[in-house]
């Protein structure tokens, strides 16, 4: 099972919008709704952000959006705040395992 | 809230176990819980390595199964990871983590075990 693809990088002025994407499979991100987003700042453990493809846990500002379209999933960071600066993995379950993405570096500008 | 604690050795040497647990707070390790282990070395992204259910059911990474335990000690309220033959590339931050309903909504703060001569 080989990692989800998203783009290494990603960037956006404070304010603005930024989206990553998540590329899989059909065994994977095509084939469930249980993609999550994970949120991890240097040092510290990965927060999951949303799950189930667009659902977010109680205490994830809105700002944060998730969507699926065929094998890729999306997630939106709207109103980019400094704070936002961190690395993003997305994860799907993928039949009795689940698989990470590659990661996106978000820098705010 | 649950809270999630590893421990274990931080230095391994090559063809040795990689030996780890993780203490449950806050929570029992019988919940409707899956118990997880991921790891991420140093600079590079996530890698699932496996959970396990209270009741024994067990799901590891193909890539890693040949290799890997995860066990539930209920007395103690921990799980465990066992990692065997371990070489270079198994050099990371070893996350212990609590996942339901399809999402890590826990995760210990991670411990680096370097695997070195």
């Known amino acids: 099972q080989s990692a989800l693809t998203q783009p290494p990088s990603a960037s956006g002025s404070p304010g603005q919008s930024v989206t990553i994407s998540c590329t899989g499979t059909?065994?994977?991100?095509?084939?469930?709704?249980?993609v999550s987003w994970y949120q991890q700042h240097p040092g510290k453990a990965p927060k999951v952000l949303i799950y189930?493809?667009?659902k977010r846990p109680s205490g994830v500002p809105d700002r944060f959006s998730g969507s699926k379209s065929g094998n890729t999933a999306s997630l939106t960071v709207s109103g980019l705040q400094a704070e936002d600066e961190a690395d993003y993995y997305c994860?799907?379950?993928?039949?009795?395992?689940?698989?990470f993405g590659t990661g996106t570096k978000v820098t705010v500008l | 809230q649950v809270q999630l604690q590893e421990s274990g050795p931080g230095l391994v040497k090559p063809s040795g176990t990689l030996s780890l647990t993780c203490a449950v707070s806050?929570?029992?390790?019988?919940?409707?819980?899956?118990w997880s282990w991921v790891r991420q070395p140093p600079g590079k992204g996530l890698e699932w390595i496996g959970e396990?259910?209270?009741?024994?059911?067990?799901k590891y990474n193909p890539s890693l199964e040949s290799r890997v335990t995860i066990s539930v000690d209920k007395s103690q309220n921990q799980f465990s990871l066992n990692l065997s033959s371990v070489t270079a590339a198994d050099t990371a931050v070893y996350y212990c983590?609590?996942?339901?309903?399809?999402?890590?909504?826990?995760w210990g703060q991670g411990t680096l075990v370097t695997v070195s001569s």
């Open positions: 994860s799907s379950y993928a039949g009795a395992l689940y698989v």
């Open positions: 806050g929570g029992s390790i019988s919940s409707n819980n899956w």
């Open positions: 396990m259910y209270h009741s024994g059911l067990t």
């Open positions: 059909s065994s994977d991100v095509g084939g469930y709704n249980y």
């Open positions: 983590a609590a996942t339901s309903w399809y999402r890590i909504d826990y």
């Open positions: 189930e493809v667009s």
